[in-house]
């Protein structure tokens, strides 16, 4: 019975292992460079060898449960711990203001201390501004501002080299 439990926790913590390198291995594949996405992936490959190797051990139903729960877990863990890593890149929030909103909006950001520019329309009911944010917390503080008059708005990320 103890070596049943032995084979069981060990084959959860390979497949949590498992999901987290694949989801990194995902994420670098597509953010990173090729050498940082060619070692993920060798590496999670390997890992994703010893689940292969250990589920025949395993009835179906626990390696079942046990995959799913893994999935829930790791994915969340992988993915919090990359944004833990995320440097902080300049984001500009394009956003449609109604007229009557422009002055209000203009003020909390001055006060805010967040850059941004304000453009004429030809369009007299909107005008539009270019917030830009270069923290996690500023972007928090737009967000809040933009959700309290419920403006439509667009994010790019300038992290580009010239």
Known sequence: MEQGVLLIVGFAVATLVNVILSTLKNVITIKGGRMAASIVNAISQGFNTIVIKSISN???WIAVIVTILSNLVGVYIALTVIKKFEK??????????PTEHLHEIKQELHEKNISFITFETN??????IDIFSNTKKESSI??????KYNIKYTINANDGIL
């Open 123 to 128: 369009y007299d009911k909107y005008k539009v």
């Open 142 to 147: 737009v967000k809040k501002i933009i959700s």
């Open 88 to 97: 902080e890149r300049l984001w500009k929030i394009t956003i449609s203001v």
């Open 58 to 60: 395993v009835e179906l």
